[in-house]
């Protein structure tokens, strides 16, 4: 006859456990300083990467707590800055984040590209998507469609990010409009879609 090993059942009605949503993560590298035995920046996504684990669901990974590493674990979770770490203790959130909305504007999204758009001095982009290569490619010029510096990559965060240390942007408007297009390059490279600049993908 069998019995139930009570030891294992005590140390399961305490049981703790870390959960990670790789979705989420911007690669702030906080959690990987507060608790480097669970996390590590992955250089080439630039995402952390959570050890020791599994994958419960799309992008999302668990991994239970080893004793003495409860306090780090809970102060990863606290500096996450997007929340992307949960820990649990019997199923229950230990770590709650209170987002302060007291004092906040609702501000109604609005921009006027006709109106609004600013030519940015150091320059533009023609974005393509090289499928022969396997890889998206960003121009830039200085002059009109004379491409002096190419960019290129899978990632978009690779991409854009290059493009920013190189100095190659100078508003901020146009950073953002880099980012979105690059990100609908990188899908359209990864989906086989067919990528035109400053058009919606048809997915």
Do not use: W
Not at 95 to 112: F, H, S
Not at 179 to 192: D, M, S
């Amino acid at each position: 006859m069998a019995f139930p090993n009570f030891f294992k059942l005590a140390f399961d009605s305490n049981f703790m456990k870390i959960e990670f949503n790789k979705g989420k993560c911007i690669g702030s590298g906080a959690c990987v300083v507060s608790s480097p035995y669970y996390f590590e920046l992955d250089k080439n996504e630039g995402k952390a990467v959570l050890h020791h684990s599994k994958e419960i669901d799309d992008n999302v990974y668990s991994a239970e707590v080893a004793h003495g590493k409860e306090k780090e674990v809970i102060e990863a979770a606290e500096v996450c800055p997007v929340n992307a770490i949960r820990v649990l203790k019997d199923g229950k959130d230990v770590v709650k984040v209170d987002v302060g909305t007291g004092g906040m504007k609702e501000i109604k999204a609005e921009y006027d590209d006709l109106r609004e758009f600013k030519m940015d001095s150091k320059g533009y982009f023609l974005i393509r998507v090289n499928k022969e290569k396997n890889r998206v490619e960003v121009g830039h010029c200085k002059g009109k469609n004379e491409v002096d510096v190419m960019v290129y990559g899978d990632k978009s965060i690779d991409i854009y990010m290059t493009i920013i240390k190189l100095g190659l942007v100078d508003e901020m408007g146009h950073a953002a409009y880099l980012g979105r297009e690059i990100e609908k390059a990188c899908l359209a490279l990864k989906n086989n879609l067919e990528y035109v600049q400053d058009d919606e993908l048809e997915i």
